[in-house]
């Protein structure tokens, strides 16, 4: 089926035609008979009278759709009689089988996925809000949409699953969030989506398929080049094949959470720093005690197990590999058999290591290894691979020193590009930047804000995000940084929160700007703090009796006449 918003009316006119010709025969050869029928002797003139063609079509009308008026202008002739008990017949043959044609149309799947794209398409047509677009709705697409629910954007999801997208509908977001079953490897799904609205603001693809979230890079890149993309790849050759045609964001979860361990090892509290600032709306960041040095047990030794291997010797740790298939990298120690055996475990060393990873592709494994490990040596840290997270309740009980869940990384990272880029470069500052610097940010923000995931955003100072700082910076108005920092009450006591970094121009963006700083057009500013703060700047940025009240302390008179009064004043 060509799925066009307009295929469904010429299905509907295919499926119904036989149907229609058939009535319209039966219609017409009832009228034609009934108009030639003998009626009754006229009883002033003796002659035989028959029925108008006026009058035929009228009582076939309302005979033939089971009304019945009785028999109009006058009582009809036993020939006439006799004809209407044929054309009632012909009627009900010919309804019961335009009726059964009609069900057994409004139950076929090629109709209704006609009717469901066109709705689909008449709701992304109607949205005049942004918007993202979400390939896959599965454990990190239903992250990515309650995020963007919770910070007031609106989603356009495709998923391929109709589970998936039946669970979707059952969810409370605050606003609808326009949902259809499809390959979201077509273009032609891509543009009935939205993909070339003017209120796209992002595509994200999430599919558990590489080849689909290749698809919808290439299409991204060519029909919306403009768009920020970000794509899921746990491929390295799909990796590579996505970066040649210039898609700007690739999320690698085993690869992302390879850099977070490699970070964790290097700068503990820089990795607890980059967790606070990209978790998940509504969540609190559990800190967790830092990697030892020593030796580590790895198992299973697939994409996720080379990373780690690769970060973990990357710090100079030795890694004793556990897997079942036969050694393949002789430059490792290697066991083979099962990680959930003792045999195995104890043949690897686990009784003299610091720390395990428990990195197959079974839930069930995982929790089993790391739970014999520490049986035989309580003291090890434990870094634990959940692949679903319906599984979170086992994972939680155990209670692991890491645990890596590839679909909350991929929905922080996706959180952080597209809700605020300038987050971007000051998570890589924070990456390079040595563990005294860290901990010294981490302990000032955790102390004033605590640990539950902060509010961050962005603002630029032009006349669409701040009209009222725009408005007085044009007329040569000075403001400082610290100056607008204040909330709009009485006091004016500082917003709680923290401006991170301050990007000018085409110049080196400036971390933790400080308050005396000057302001200027086209300044972009990211904080942090709590959500109060950010929708009282947001009041100061728009309203310029807010701004005059937070700079100077004098609550003036506003509206039009008052605004006289005080100029003639």
């Known amino acids: 089926m060509n799925n066009t918003p307009t295929s469904t009316i010429f299905l509907v006119l295919r499926r119904l035609r036989t149907p229609l010709i058939v009535l319209i025969v039966i219609f017409a050869v009832s009228v034609l008979g009934l108009t030639l029928m003998p009626g009754p002797p006229d009883p002033t003139t003796g002659q035989t ?40 017949y012909l009627s009900v043959i010919g309804w019961a089988y335009t009726l059964g044609t009609v069900f057994a149309m409004l139950q076929d799947k090629n109709f209704l996925n006609a009717v469901a794209v066109q709705r689909f398409a008449r709701q992304v047509r109607r949205l005049r809000e942004p918007f993202f677009l979400v390939c896959g709705y599965g454990e990190t697409g239903r992250l990515i949409c309650q995020a963007l629910d919770e910070l007031g954007f609106r989603a356009v999801v495709m998923e391929q699953d109709e589970n998936k997208v039946g669970d ?23 543009t009935f989506a939205g993909l070339t609205s003017p209120y796209c603001r992002g595509v994200i693809a999430l599919t558990n398929d590489d080849g689909t979230n290749l698809a919808v890079a290439i299409a ?69 005690r830092e990697p030892p040095a020593g030796k580590w047990v790895l198992c ?72 014999t490990a520490r049986e035989l040596n309580p003291r090890l840290f434990t870094v634990l691979r959940q692949n679903q997270v319906s599984n979170r309740a086992l994972f939680d009980a155990f209670e692991s020193d890491f645990s890596m869940v590839p679909s909350e990384i991929v929905a922080h990272e996706c959180l952080a590009i597209l809700t605020t880029p300038l987050l971007s470069p000051f998570l890589d500052a924070v990456r390079h930047a040595d563990d005294a610097w860290a901990r010294a940010r981490l302990d000032e923000l955790t102390l004033r804000y605590g640990w539950d995931v902060p509010t961050v955003w962005s603002v630029t100072l032009n006349i669409a995000q701040a009209p009222s700082v725009y408005r007085l910076l044009m007329r040569s108005g000075a403001i400082r940084l610290g100056e607008l920092l204040r909330a709009p009450v009485t006091d004016r006591p500082p917003l709680q929160c923290t401006p991170l970094l301050l990007r000018r121009g085409e110049a080196a963006p400036l971390l933790l700007p400080g308050d005396d700083l000057p302001l200027r057009l086209g300044d972009q500013l990211l904080f942090v703090g709590k959500e109060r703060a950010r929708k009282d700047l947001g009041l100061t940025l728009f309203n310029g009796h807010t701004l005059d009240f937070v700079l100077t302390g004098r609550d003036a008179p506003s509206g039009l006449i008052w605004e006289k009064l005080r100029a003639r004043g």
């Open 49 to 88: 009278v028959r029925l108008s063609f006026f009058h035929a079509v009228y009582f076939i009308s309302y005979t033939a759709t089971t009304i019945g008026f009785g028999e109009i202008p006058y009582a009809f002739s036993e020939q006439q009689r006799l004809w209407v008990v044929v054309c009632i």
């Open 168 to 190: 979707l509908e059952l969810q409370s977001y605050s606003a609808d969030m326009p949902a259809l079953c499809a390959d979201a490897g077509k273009p032609d799904t891509l």
């Open 220 to 288: 991204a890149r060519l029909l919306a080049p403009s768009l920020p993309a970000l794509c899921r790849a746990e491929h390295a050759d799909t990796v590579a094949n996505m970066a040649s045609f210039g898609t700007r964001h690739i999320i690698n979860p085993f690869e992302k959470f390879g850099e977070y361990m490699a970070l964790a090892l290097h700068s503990p509290a820089a990795y607890h720093l980059l967790r606070w600032l990209t978790g998940l709306p509504g969540t609190t960041v559990a800190r967790h």
């Open 300 to 371: 299973g030794y697939g994409t996720f197990g080379r990373e780690m291997t690769q970060a973990l010797e990357g710090a100079g740790l030795p890694v004793t590999i556990i897997d079942r298939a036969p050694p393949i990298d002789p430059t490792h120690t290697w066991v083979q058999g099962d990680g959930t055996g003792v045999a195995a475990l104890e043949a690897a060393g686990i009784g003299e290591a610091v720390g395990i990873v428990a990195a197959t592709a079974s839930d069930v494994n995982n929790l089993s290894t790391v739970v």
